[in-house]
């Protein structure tokens, strides 16, 4: 009996040092989710939200026009429905970089070889944002204008950067990086448009 006990008592022992020990396929100074989260990202670029398909020309080709689409669209509006001299100034001017853009989109498509039809109208989210700037009242369409301006220049701005890094097209990727600039450029504009009208 007493064996039998020093036997169960060694046995458990042996499970507690195995229990408490490290496991086997864990690999030691592995963070810890909470670590994980704790720790910021070296790479600002990377905290912006992707997509990997964007990588590919198709993807990027859409994504690029439908914003286009979107700037032309916007600022046909704004030009005709603002009272503002500053705001149908900067829609004007926008109405035709973004057709230039578009003109280049299709120039460097063609020069690519690749074979991509660019969409002829918005898609269903880019028509809900104009439906929504369309439905804004007079006393504050020029605001909701400027804020609309604001985030879609930086969302082209963010997927021309990411072609022009990791684009697997290089005549595409050329046209990303050649537009990128100008995207500041606009992007800068509109924030300060934004920022007039802020109380």
Sequence with gaps: MTRHLLLIGTAIAALS?????????????????????????ANPVATVPTLADETKAAVFALKAADLNLFEIEAARLAASRSTNAQVKAFARSMETAHGKTAEALKVAIAASGAAITLPMALTKDMQDDLDALTKAGNDDFDKK?????????????????????????PVIKTFAAETAPTIQEHLNKAEGLKNGFVN
Excluded: F, I
Aim: net charge negative; charged share 20%; with cysteine.
């Design 145 to 169: 204008y400027a804020d609309s301006q604001v985030d879609a220049h930086q969302a082209m701005l963010n997927l021309l950067q990411r072609y022009a890094q990791d684009g697997d097209t």
């Design 17 to 41: 040092l195995t229990a408490c020990g490290p496991k086997a396929t864990e690999s030691k100074g592995a963070a810890t989710p909470s670590e994980q989260a704790a720790t910021p990202d």
